[in-house]
């Protein structure tokens, strides 16, 4: 998915302090992070709820970006039509639970995201995408996450991979691990940093207590329902934040209806970045080269079957970069 603000800020991310001194989690429970709405651009303008990066949380691991859509009524909004745009220095994540998106890549990949299956794109040195949801699609619900690369592995060559979880049953959940291991399940799926992702779906009043790697930060964004993470009472949309250092994670479900979440994990991010549009990179060169080479139609391929003209790059700011970091 792209990031189709008109004027994206240029975003250093760092893993320790914050410019604001807001305190992070503590003995009262998790971090709550609530999303913004941003429109993905068109004359109706489908929203997504984007809960990173944000003030006061910029990674979770090296996860960087999170938006959460829907369930949107495709008749009434057009549905996602986002066309060929270009990404470096991360993967991208889709995740559906309703809906179905067409997805065209410069590599050739020609390829569906469907409920409960792992699409993940690695942008690396440069690809470029489309993302548009298909005709019999009434209903789009789903998530799009970003990872960023490490510095030795950001100009890795693109791919694309595709992956369908099992679904494993716990006492109290449902589990679809799609990277990662939890809950005795483990993704094959490769990656360049340690991580964690997964859909759980809480039984009405159940109480799940999983084990997890205590070197990983986790957070849990709530898709329908409420959960209560570490005390702390979670309602749709949010994000709920806990450092490392544990080595359970204890979830409850409330409501006597079930609840599905999306777990994301990871040891703490030990780099800046600076995401700006579609980028993830180090440096404003950096950003301003890739932005360059897009408009000048080099380095990121074609995205063939696309009927219609490519994202124009937005005008990079000409001021200087102002850091944003996570909460201590």
């Known amino acids: 998915m792209s990031n189709v603000e008109t004027e994206p800020a240029q975003t250093r991310c760092g893993t320790t302090g914050d410019a604001d001194g807001r305190p992070g989690p503590d003995e009262r429970g998790a971090e709550v992070l609530t999303p913004r709405d941003v429109p993905l651009g068109g004359p109706r303008a489908m929203k997504v709820r984007r809960t990173l990066p944000q003030r006061a949380r910029t990674l979770i691991g090296a996860w960087c970006f999170a938006d959460h859509y829907g369930p949107d009524d495709v008749a009434g909004t057009g549905g996602m039509d986002v066309a060929p745009h270009p990404h470096i220095g991360l993967q991208t994540v889709s995740w559906l639970f309703s809906g179905e998106i067409e997805h065209r890549d410069s590599l050739g990949t020609h390829a ?17 995408h489309s993302e548009v949801s298909t005709p019999e699609t009434t209903v789009l619900h789903g998530v799009q996450l970003w ?9 890795a060559d693109p791919d694309f991979q595709h992956f369908v979880p099992e679904p494993v049953h716990v006492e109290g959940a ?28 809480l039984a009405p ?9 205590p070197a990983f ?20 949309a949010e994000l709920g934040y806990t450092p490392p250092g544990t080595e359970t994670l204890t979830l409850h479900n409330p409501a006597p209806t079930p609840t599905r979440t999306v777990l994301l994990g990871g040891p703490p991010f030990g780099e800046e970045i600076i995401m700006w549009w579609n980028f993830v990179g180090r440096s404003t060169e950096e950003i301003a080269q890739a932005r360059e080479d897009w408009t000048a139609g080099r380095r990121f391929g074609e995205v063939k ?5 490519p994202l124009p790059a937005p005008t990079l700011p000409n001021v200087a970069l102002k850091p944003r970091k996570n909460s201590r």
């Open 147 to 155: 990872v960023a690369l490490p510095s030795e592995h950001r100009s």
């Open 217 to 236: 930060e986790h957070g849990l964004l709530v898709d329908t329902g409420e959960a209560v993470l570490d005390h702390t009472t979670l309602n749709a």
């Open 112 to 128: 569906y995201v469907r409920p409960g299956e792992l699409n993940l794109m690695t942008g690396g040195h440069g690809i470029s």
């Open 305 to 309: 079957g696309y009927d219609g003209d």
């Open 205 to 213: 009043h159940a109480t799940v207590t999983l084990p997890v790697d």
């Open 174 to 201: 449902e589990i679809r691990v799609f990277l990662g291991s939890l809950g005795g399940s483990v993704s094959p799926v490769p990656t360049f940093t340690p991580l964690l992702g997964a859909e759980l779906t």
